[in-house]
């Protein structure tokens, strides 16, 4: 069973950028056909696709947030990144990451990252 | 890029059907059969329902059932449960080969 786990800091400063890790186990991120995407969900919203990432390195981007936002792949490491730049009050989240097709399969638990001073 | 729409809320009572709503544009809903949807319970990650329009994954329960007309795609639950209980979104894949997803929909079982 696929197991994905999002990691970083809990608490960002405005202004600064915010930097995810999401580790998969028990299956390999270089699988073909699959993208490995990021999530986020603002407290008590809806959910908003960030960003993803095909294992040879395509990249798609949320056009909202694409000026702000890197997503890469550590194939050694089986970890996909997520750094969101310039961050507000506004970026305060759970993030998820999820394996996908056309739709999102396999999730990660998330975490809350709180953008404060 | 928009979210696509959803009713905020729905309710309905146990052995009774609901049906929530997800409407986009020919850029996303209408122009793919890549629309998926998820069932959200608070403080827990999202869980896949139904992909491409209307196919369950293995183990979902038969009551879940996934359509498309136009722009508009719709998710039923038949014989609602009082585990039903939670938040629906939907999501599409996009011409700009994007994903979106739906605002949400909370549903309650009275």
């Known amino acids: 069973q696929l197991q994905m786990q999002e990691s970083g800091p809990g608490l960002v400063k405005p202004s600064e950028t915010l930097s995810l890790t999401c580790t998969v186990s028990?299956?390999?991120?270089?699988?073909?056909?699959?993208?490995w995407g990021w999530i986020r969900q603002p407290p008590g919203k809806g959910l908003e696709w960030i960003a993803s990432i095909y294992y040879t390195g395509t990249t798609y981007y949320n056009p909202s947030l694409k000026s702000r936002v890197t997503i890469s792949v550590d194939k050694s490491k089986n970890q996909v990144s997520l750094k969101l730049s310039s961050v507000t009050a506004a970026d305060t989240a759970v993030y998820y990451c999820?394996?996908?097709?056309?739709?999102?399969?396999?999730w990660g638990q998330g975490t809350l990252v709180t953008v404060s001073s | 890029q928009s979210a696509l729409t959803q009713a905020a809320s729905v309710s309905g009572s146990p052995g009774q059907s609901i049906t929530i709503s997800c409407t986009g544009t020919?850029?996303?809903?209408?122009?793919?059969?890549?629309v998926s949807w998820y069932q959200q319970y608070p403080g827990k990650a999202p869980k896949l329902m139904i992909y491409d329009v209307s196919s369950r994954p293995s183990g979902v329960s038969n009551r879940f059932s996934g359509s498309k007309s136009g722009n508009t795609a719709s998710l039923t639950i038949s014989g609602l449960q009082a585990e039903d209980e939670a938040d629906y979104y939907c999501?599409?894949?996009?011409?700009?080969?994007?994903?979106?997803f739906g605002g949400g929909t909370k549903l309650t079982v009275l």
């Open positions: 028990s299956g390999s991120i270089s699988s073909s056909g699959y993208c």
């Open positions: 020919s850029s996303d809903v209408g122009g793919y059969n890549y």
């Open positions: 999501s599409s894949y996009t011409s700009s080969s994007t994903r979106v």
């Open positions: 999820a394996r996908h097709r056309y739709y999102f399969d396999y």
